[in-house]
């Protein structure tokens, strides 16, 4: 059974900090990962994928992936607080045939 | 204006009725997907389909039916032997056809609620 594991929180960061979410995974056959963002009734907006290991940045975004330990992670520098909402580690396992395996989330609190 | 629609937006459905979700993409993406999230938990996967006329089932597939008769259309249907069909629906698609390398992206969702 693939499992996706995050810390459902809320993870409450100040305005202007840097927010870290992080996810493991049980398939460590796993190839890629993704991170979605997702507000309250809406549907899951892509933020950053990753393959490789080590970091992977995009603007305010950084994804960390350590195979060997079978974590990735996600990094939001200078946090606003539309960075609030829900967010999604999924990941593909294997050759990807059965689509991506979705942790439950993390729900992230920016406090002005 | 590219993207993946998805219809109706909300729909109510009382007990013992199947009912249809549509969902069109105009990104001549092969593979589309049905997933399925309810309140606190994250998306599981009912079907998927990376190739007209073709599709596979998904973790949780009890309770529903697909097509693919087109490659940009991939109704699902929630029949009336789905249990507990309330939840929001997300529909996704991604260019190449599964594999690693492949990316989803997501249409706007349909709410379900059974009466």
């Known amino acids: 059974q693939k499992e996706v594991e995050q810390n459902s929180g809320p993870l409450s960061v100040p305005e202007g900090a840097i927010a870290s979410l992080n996810c493991t995974y049980s398939?460590?056959?796993?190839?890629?990962f993704f991170w979605y963002r997702q507000y309250s009734g809406k549907s899951p907006e892509l933020i950053m994928f990753i393959y490789s290991n080590g970091d992977k940045e995009d603007g305010r975004f950084t994804a960390q992936l350590n195979k060997a330990s079978q974590y990735v992670s996600l990094l939001i520098r200078d946090s606003q607080p539309s960075d609030s909402a829900t967010y999604l580690c999924?990941?593909?396992?294997?050759?990807?045939?059965?689509?991506?395996?979705f942790g439950k989330g993390t729900h992230l609190i920016i406090q002005p | 204006d590219g993207g993946i629609t998805q219809s109706p937006k909300y729909l109510f459905r009382k007990e013992g009725q199947n009912v249809t979700l549509s969902c069109e993409q105009n990104l001549n993406h092969d593979a589309m997907y049905w997933y399925r999230q309810d309140p606190g938990q994250g998306l599981r996967l009912i079907y998927y389909s990376q190739i007209v006329n073709d599709f596979q089932k998904g973790d949780i597939a009890e309770g529903y039916s697909v097509s693919r008769e087109k490659k940009e259309s991939f109704p699902l249907t929630v029949t009336s032997a789905q249990k507990n069909p309330t939840a929001f629906y997300l529909c996704a698609s991604s260019p190449l056809g599964a594999g690693p390398l492949d990316t989803q992206y997501f249409g706007p969702g349909t709410r379900l609620t059974v009466l």
């Open positions: 398939d460590r056959g796993s190839q890629s």
């Open positions: 999924a990941v593909i396992a294997g050759g990807g045939a059965d689509g991506l395996t």
